[in-house]
């Protein structure tokens, strides 16, 4: 099992509040309702920072909004998901809506459970 976690960057401009909103409420849904992605993952999670988060530790300034995470069986899955033409023409477009792409990280990984 892989995880991808996206490290998410609201658009300058745009309020916490707003990003918060159209990310719950309109990216997710749409992101669900695309079926010939979502086909690939078996789980799709949405971590929204919180404003009294650790903003005083190491690493904790609030350079993200959040972190979208989404699990499929291996790396080929996760390959085949993002080559999805629906992918292009739906999801993408509208993460420029309400994302700063440039300041957005990427990562996928394989977890070693170390407790639980």
Partial sequence: MVKVSVMLKRKPGMSA???????????GPLVLGVTELMRHFHK???SHAIDAGLSNTPGGSGQYDGVAELWADNLDEVKKAFAEPRYH???RPDEHKFLDLAKCSFVVTEEVPMKG
């Fill in 44 to 46: 799709y999670v949405q």
């Fill in 17 to 27: 509040q707003e990003f918060h909103r159209y990310w719950k409420d309109v990216h």
């Fill in 89 to 91: 023409e739906v999801i």
